[in-house]
């Protein structure tokens, strides 16, 4: 029984079991071969993309985070009187600028920054939201020392980010007011405005350089990598005038225009020599380091700018061209009595009736009626000719901007009575210089010299190529020497105690000279009481080494002469000059005894 119960041993060998698959073990290698494959492939493509073809663009995408381009400072030439003073100098000052984006990420940081800077805090406020998207902007261009050292306060106080300096240059003129029409003045770009730096920008200019700079997260520059172009400093250049005489000649005019309560008025002094402006200035004033803003009836250089009818200035001129042309001696006698003479339908007057004079008498007391009738024995080509040589109705080249020609009607379109006009100082219009110009004709036995403010000396030539004058004049012949030394001899009585102008005598100096009272034409015409007080001559008249011009522009005191406004002036300045120029005397007698002086056998 035991037996028959008992179930057979199952063999585990022989058991059916489930065929299970077997994987595929090349496709799946494949598989993963390929993916990698694919991604090194793309892998490579892109570095080769990024190595090879966006080279460039990476790189510069790169620099831009850190790589700057920034500016070397460049100082624009300086300007220097003839004896090397400074009279126009650039002074490095700091500039700051900010980044927008930086500094609006901080607002609340910006008034006392804008405390710093001298601004609104909701101005500046507005000024960084307009420019949020720029990585630059100029906050304050050359600011003060004590604004610089607010603002750098400021920046360390706050902990503001965004805010940095750079150097620039600014223009400072040490005359001031007493320089100022002839200097001008230049703009926040350093670029000439007004004046002599106007005039000779190209020669005064500088040029900036470039450098590629490294600067950190804050705009600090770390290291200088490169130099991309080096700076190219201005020119300096020397003027004509002399400190010395120019301060001398600015604090006589202006006395002169404050005791006389007059509107303005400009004095210019030539060396007759050279033709070398020494000293050159005007009323009203203004100073370039300050007033810049003032209006141009301030700015202006009326020596070059303004016009007048010269007066009796011209009278010297008249008996010049007459003299020429062998048509009068120094003695020959003109009636000029009753001290009228008609032209036309109008009228000559003199202020007295002098009787008959001598061509010398003419000139020391300015008969308007002896001038015209000499001027009545040339034809108008005649004396139109002599006016037009001496540079009437012509600019004089000095360079200056702005500077007037004046205006000098053709002879074929004058009228007898404007003939008559001419001989005493009406129906033309001149300058202050363009008058000493024609002064120094005279002074210079009949020779015009080209006028300048560049000083003449070889040694600091300046070619034309680089925006100044050729210093090197050509010298024209206008008169002869006996004709112009004639004048001069007459014209030393007109400062003499019978001349209109023994205000102008200098102790020890020969003077010559001439007075010019024009009355000042209006809408109305010449009416309203305005006049233009003038006072040319030259020292010593033996010899000549000077010029000068004055103008006292509508005297509103009870005196309005020539003689007794201008030549004051002319005695005070030319004083100086001679003494500050070493001219040694040419007359041992006294001047105010001129009158009495025995005649000479």
Do not use: C
């Not at 005359?175 to 920008?201: C, K, N, P, W």
């Not at 005019?253 to 309560?261: F, G, I, M, S, Y």
């Amino acid at each position: 029984m035991a037996t028959r119960n008992r179930r057979p041993r199952r063999d585990l060998s022989t058991r059916a079991r489930p065929l299970r698959a077997k994987p595929n073990l090349p496709l799946r290698r494949r598989l993963l071969v390929g993916l990698l494959s694919g991604a090194f492939v793309l892998l490579s493509g892109a570095v080769f993309y990024r190595q090879v073809i966006e080279t460039d663009f990476l790189q510069n995408e790169g620099e831009r985070r850190y790589l700057r381009i920034g500016e070397i400072a460049a100082r624009r030439g300086m300007v220097t009187d003839r004896n090397g003073e400074p009279l126009a100098v650039s002074t490095p000052v700091e500039t700051v600028w900010a980044d927008p984006r930086k500094l609006a990420q901080n607002l609340d940081a910006l008034p006392p920054l804008a405390i710093a800077l001298g601004f609104a805090p909701d101005a500046l406020r507005e000024k960084i939201e307009t420019n949020r998207e720029r990585g630059f902007l100029y906050l304050k261009r050359r600011v003060s020392f004590d604004e610089a050292r607010a603002v750098r306060l400021a920046i360390a106080e706050h902990n503001i980010d965004g805010v940095d300096f750079e150097t620039e240059y600014r223009r400072f003129y040490p005359g001031a007011e007493v320089f100022g029409h002839v200097m001008g003045f230049t703009d926040i770009e350093d670029r000439g405005q007004e004046g002599v730096e106007l005039a000779y920008d190209q020669h005064l200019k500088s040029e900036p350089g470039l450098r590629r700079l490294i600067r950190d997260g804050r705009q600090r520059i770390v290291q200088e990598v490169e130099q991309i172009r080096p700076p190219r400093q201005g020119k300096d250049l020397v003027l004509s005038l002399d400190r010395r005489l120019q301060f001398l000649a600015y604090r006589e005019l202006l006395t002169a225009v404050k005791e006389h309560k007059a509107k303005g008025g400009t004095v210019v002094v030539l060396d007759v020599n050279t033709g070398e402006v020494l000293a050159m200035v005007n009323q009203p004033g203004y100073n370039p380091n300050a007033d810049r803003d003032s209006g141009s009836d301030r700015r202006r250089n009326r020596a070059l700018t303004d016009v007048m009818e010269p007066g009796s200035t011209l009278k010297p001129f008249v008996v010049a061209a007459a003299l020429e042309r062998g048509l009068i001696t120094p003695t020959t006698r003109i009636a000029t009595g009753p001290g009228t003479l008609k032209v036309g339908s109008n009228v000559v007057k003199d202020v007295h009736n002098y009787g008959t004079l001598d061509v010398t008498g003419v000139i020391t007391k300015s008969s308007n009626v002896g001038s015209v009738k000499i001027a009545q024995k040339m034809d108008y080509a005649s004396l139109w000719g002599l006016y037009d040589q001496l540079g009437f109705g012509h600019a004089t080249g000095v360079g200056f901007p702005g500077e007037s020609a004046g205006r000098l009607r053709h002879y074929s379109r004058w009228r007898p009575f404007e003939h008559a006009t001419m001989a005493f100082g009406y129906s033309l219009s001149v300058t202050s210089l363009q008058l000493a110009q024609a002064y120094s004709v005279l002074a210079a036995d009949g020779i015009k010299r080209p006028v300048t403010l560049i000083k003449r000396d070889p040694a600091l030539a300046l070619g034309t190529d680089e925006g100044t004058p050729d210093p090197v004049s050509k010298e024209i012949r206008i008169l002869s020497a006996d004709t112009a030394r004639k004048v001069r001899a007459m014209m030393e009585t007109v400062v003499s105690d019978q001349g209109t102008a023994k205000r102008a005598q200098i102790a020890g100096y020969r003077v010559g000279g001439k007075t010019g009272t024009a009355k000042k034409a209006g809408p109305g015409g010449y009416g309203g009481g305005r006049y233009q007080s003038v006072f040319a001559g030259f020292v010593p008249a033996g010899r000549p080494r000077l010029a000068m011009v004055v103008m006292i522009d509508e005297p509103g005191g009870s005196s309005y002469y020539g003689g007794l406004v201008a030549a004051p002036v002319f005695q005070k300045v030319m004083e100086g000059a001679l003494r500050l120029f070493n001219v040694p005397p040419d007359d041992p007698v006294p001047s105010m005894l001129l009158a009495h002086r025995e005649p000479k056998p």
